[in-house]
């Protein structure tokens, strides 16, 4: 079941609930590239915070955060390694609310049998 799920986001020292909905998954899908996100996210290191300033916006709005993009943009430069777990937290979200491009990323492809 992939809408009811629900994580814990911290914001400025307080902890917010998310539940998945469909609403969510729209204003993830339309505000950013869900594959490219993704993708970006999964790299090592540090991705463009201004995508994950997006992002954790979107979630934490839908978390009932009265926050907008910028407000996570600057809060996050303001102490970038204290706000790292940010980045963690959108992935984390990300994967609760497109776990088929998840798993896709995690599994051979189609018509490749594995030995065992």
Same mark, same amino acid.
């Given at each position: 079941?992939?809408?009811? !799920?629900?994580? /814990?986001?911290?914001?400025?020292?307080?902890?917010?609930?998310?539940?998945? @909905?469909?609403?969510?998954?729209?204003? %993830?899908?339309?505000?950013?590239?869900?594959?490219? @996100?993704? %993708?970006?996210?999964?790299?090592?290191? &540090? #991705?463009? &915070? @201004?995508?994950?300033?997006?992002?954790?916006?979107?979630?934490? !709005?839908?978390?009932?955060?009265?926050?907008? /993009?910028?407000?996570?943009?600057? @809060?996050?430069?303001?102490? #970038?390694?204290?706000?790292?777990?940010?980045?963690?937290?959108? !992935?984390?979200?990300?994967?609760?609310?497109? #776990?088929? &491009?998840?798993?896709?990323? !995690?599994? #051979?492809?189609?018509?490749?049998?594995?030995?065992?």
């Amino acid at each position: 079941m992939l809408f009811g !799920r629900k994580a /814990k986001l911290k914001w400025l020292g307080e902890e917010h609930e998310l539940e998945v @909905t469909m609403s969510l998954v729209e204003d %993830i899908d339309t505000e950013v590239n869900v594959l490219a @996100t993704t %993708i970006e996210l999964d790299k090592k290191g &540090i #991705p463009k &915070i @201004t995508l994950v300033a997006k992002l954790y916006a979107i979630l934490l !709005r839908h978390a009932g955060v009265d926050v907008t /993009k910028e407000e996570v943009y600057e @809060t996050f430069m303001a102490d #970038p390694v204290a706000n790292a777990d940010l980045v963690s937290a959108a !992935r984390y979200a990300l994967g609760l609310c497109f #776990p088929e &491009i998840e798993s896709a990323e !995690r599994t #051979p492809s189609k018509g490749k049998k594995s030995k065992g």
